[in-house]
């Protein structure tokens, strides 16, 4: 059976999509035996805090004023450090930053970004990688990674 993309509803409580990717970091952090430092935790709910992507620079903005270190240097190897364990993902066209909605699992980065609200929602859907894995060995090429950002309009802004 296809899975289809998750629905992000707008009125939700963005609380417990922060307090579920904390978890999950958690988790993740203490089976790999790596350190999730305040700071990696901090930039982790900051990056969940809302569906729309988040620039570094606003990170760093929020950041600012608590004792956690607020250099760019620190604040991206914190970014790289989520986005290496698979907890956030890097939307590259807008070089800003999402919540991973399977946190440590392989997938590709499939990403639907509204034009409108901003949001960005993650998109399973194995049948897209295998048709470019396929095309690409049509080709002689091996596909390694994949991300495929795809802006439109979503269904709340569209009925608005």
């Known amino acids: 059976m296809k899975k289809s993309a998750k629905a992000i509803v707008h009125s939700h409580d963005h609380q417990h999509?922060?307090?579920?990717?904390?978890?999950?970091?958690?988790?993740?952090?203490?089976?790999?035996?790596?350190?999730?430092?305040?700071?990696?935790?901090?930039?982790?709910?900051?990056?969940?805090?809302?569906?729309?992507?988040?620039?570094?620079?606003?990170?760093?903005?929020?950041?600012?004023?608590?004792?956690?270190?607020?250099?760019?240097?620190?604040?991206?190897?914190?970014?790289?450090?989520?986005?290496?364990n698979g907890l956030i993902h890097r939307i590259e066209r807008m070089n800003a930053f999402v919540g991973c909605s399977h946190p440590g699992e392989a997938h590709r980065g499939f990403f639907l970004i509204c034009a409108d609200c901003g949001n960005a929602e993650e998109l399973e859907a194995e049948e897209i990688a295998q048709a470019i894995t396929a095309g690409a060995a049509e080709r002689g090429f091996i596909a390694r990674e994949m991300t495929l950002e795809v802006t439109g309009v979503c269904a709340d802004c569209r009925k608005s």
């Open 17 to 84: 999509c922060v307090e579920d990717a904390l978890a999950a970091a958690e988790k993740l952090c203490a089976a790999k035996d790596l350190r999730f430092t305040p700071l990696r935790r901090r930039v982790l709910e900051f990056v969940w805090s809302s569906h729309k992507p988040v620039g570094a620079y606003a990170l760093l903005d929020q950041l600012r004023d608590e004792a956690l270190g607020s250099a760019p240097p620190t604040v991206y190897r914190a970014l790289d450090f989520l986005i290496e």
